[in-house]
C-alpha cells in the first residue's frame, strides 16, 4: 500500500512536471514568434503619430486639418524624390523636419490658434489599429510623432509607409496596389496574413499573444 501510495505520488510529480514543461515551451514558442512578428513590423513600417491639443471638437477638428496638411506635403515631397522605402522616406521626412514643422503650424494659425508644435522622430508605442481590411497589432514603431499645444487629446494613428494614411477606413477596403506594397516589405507571408482580418480564426489569440509581451516590454521601458 505504501509503495502504491509512493508510486502515486511520483507519478503526479511526473505529470506535474510534463505540464509545467510543456507550458514553458508554448511560451518560450509565443516569445519568439511576437519578437520575430513585432521585430519585422518595426523594421519594415514607418507611422504617423498626431496628437491634439484637447479633447474639445475645436481642437479634434484642428487635428484633421494639420494631418491633412502635413500628409499632403509628405505624400508630394515623397512622389517629387521617388520615394520607394520605409529608410528613403525617414531620411526624407528628416530632412524636413522643419518644413513639416511649418506646414503644421501655418494650419493652425490659418485656423485662428496659437498653438506650439512640437515634432519628434523616434520609436514610439502603438495600440492595435485597423486601416480597412489590415489590422496592425500593437507594438513599438518607428514614427514621426506631431504634438500640438499641450497634446493632451485624443490621438490619431496611420502608416505612412507603405502608404496607408489614405485609405478611406469607412469603406473597409485598403486599395491593392497599398496591399502589395505592405507585402513586398514584410519578410514572409506569414506576417502578411497575421495583418489580414481575412487571416484564420486564430488572429485574435496571436494578437492578445503580442498585446500581451508588448504591454510588459513597454512596462518595462518606463521603469
Known amino acids: 500500500m505504501e ?3 509512493k508510486f502515486s505520488r511520483i507519478s503526479k510529480f511526473k505529470y506535474i512536471f510534463v505540464i509545467l514543461l510543456l ?3 508554448i511560451l518560450l ?6 519578437t520575430a512578428v513585432s521585430s519585422d513590423l518595426s523594421k519594415n513600417l514607418f507611422r504617423l503619430h498626431v496628437i491634439a491639443n484637447s479633447n474639445s471638437k475645436e481642437d479634434q477638428d484642428l487635428k484633421y486639418l494639420v494631418r491633412d496638411s502635413v500628409l499632403d506635403y509628405v505624400n508630394s515631397i515623397s512622389k517629387e524624390n521617388g520615394i520607394t522605402s520605409k529608410q528613403e522616406l525617414i531620411s526624407l521626412v528628416e530632412q524636413n523636419k522643419d518644413n513639416i514643422k511649418k506646414v503644421a503650424e501655418d494650419t493652425i494659425q490659418k485656423n485662428g490658434f496659437d498653438y506650439n508644435v512640437n515634432i519628434s522622430i523616434g520609436n514610439f508605442s502603438f495600440p492595435d ?12 514603431y518607428d514614427a514621426l510623432k506631431i504634438e500640438i499645444g499641450a497634446a493632451a487629446g485624443q490621438n ?6 507603405p502608404p496607408l494614411c489614405f485609405v478611406d477606413v469607412s469603406s473597409g477596403i485598403v486599395p491593392e496596389d497599398s496591399k502589395e506594397t505592405l507585402q513586398n516589405n514584410l519578410s514572409s507571408d506569414e506576417d502578411y496574413n497575421l495583418l489580414s482580418t481575412n487571416s484564420p480564426t486564430d488572429l485574435k489569440l496571436k494578437f492578445k499573444i503580442i498585446e500581451l509581451f508588448h504591454d510588459m516590454n513597454f512596462a518595462t521601458a518606463k521603469q
Open 29 to 34: 514558442s509565443a516569445y519568439s514568434y511576437v
Open 129 to 140: 489599429k485597423v486601416y480597412g481590411d489590415i489590422t496592425l497589432p500593437a507594438g513599438f
Open 156 to 161: 490619431w494613428w496611420c502608416v505612412m509607409f
Open 23 to 25: 507550458f514553458a515551451f
Open 3 to 5: 509503495k502504491r501510495l
